[in-house]
């Protein structure tokens, strides 16, 4: 069956220190891969998707980037983290075909102080 | 640009009772309909998925509907119990790749 990893659960960063966050999944292959965030109070906001290796799609402009290295691992990135970072990052992937559902990981909370 | 709207925003009933929880979209297109659950400080939990071509989707006591042409999607929790408690959020994608969230109705039943 297939499973989606995702750590850590937890971070606190001070301000201006880089992230990474990793996301892999199990038991499937050439997965679409989503990061989402989750601002407090607010609804999932999609930030990049993955259709393949290297291929990354941007939605919003912002401080952190991902990377697809290889094709179960999806991973979130910033050089300066910034206060406005702080949030909910959820991973995804889903099969290629429209007719796949969503599966979600369980989360990393950032924190940054 | 699709929007997905859930109606309570929150919901507080007792215990046995049976819940009604809708999502309605503007963007009749839609490729499926998903429910997920989340939990306070979790991930996203799928409880249902119901494909454009389908009325609706059950398992166990949970029955979700969709309504292409009327841009709606109701989730029906029978039986309420505490444990059913938690955000629940409908999405679907209404292009290739990017699905689309409601902002959740927040369930508390009540012991």
């Known amino acids: 069956s297939q499973t989606i990893h995702q750590w850590p659960a937890t971070l606190v960063q001070p301000v201006g220190s880089p992230l990474s966050l990793e996301c892999t999944v199990e038991g499937t292959s050439n997965p679409n891969l989503y990061w989402y965030r989750q601002a407090a109070g607010r609804g999932l906001q999609l930030l990049f998707y993955s259709v393949g290796i290297g291929q990354i799609s941007s939605e919003v402009p912002q401080n952190l980037s991902a990377s697809r290295p290889q094709d179960r691992q999806f991973i979130l990135s910033s050089k300066k983290l910034l206060l406005s970072d702080s949030g909910f990052y959820l991973c995804a992937w889903r099969g290629g075909g429209m007719l796949y559902g969503y599966t979600f990981g369980s989360g990393t909370r950032l924190t940054v102080v | 640009k699709q929007e997905v709207t859930q109606i309570p925003a929150a919901l507080s009933v007792p215990e046995g009772e049976n819940l009604v929880l809708n999502c309605s979209f503007t963007?009749?297109?839609?490729?499926?309909l998903q429910w997920f659950r989340q939990d306070p400080g979790k991930g996203l939990t799928s409880l249902l998925l119901?494909?454009?071509?389908?009325r609706e989707q059950t398992s166990g006591r949970l029955n979700a509907s969709l309504d292409k042409s009327s841009g709606r999607s109701t989730l029906y929790i029978a039986a309420s119990q505490p444990g059913d408690s938690a955000t629940y959020l409908c999405a679907g994608p209404f292009n290739d790749y990017k699905l689309s969230f409601g902002a959740g109705t927040t369930v508390t039943v009540r012991a």
């Open positions: 119901i494909q454009s071509s389908q």
């Open positions: 963007d009749s297109a839609i490729y499926n």
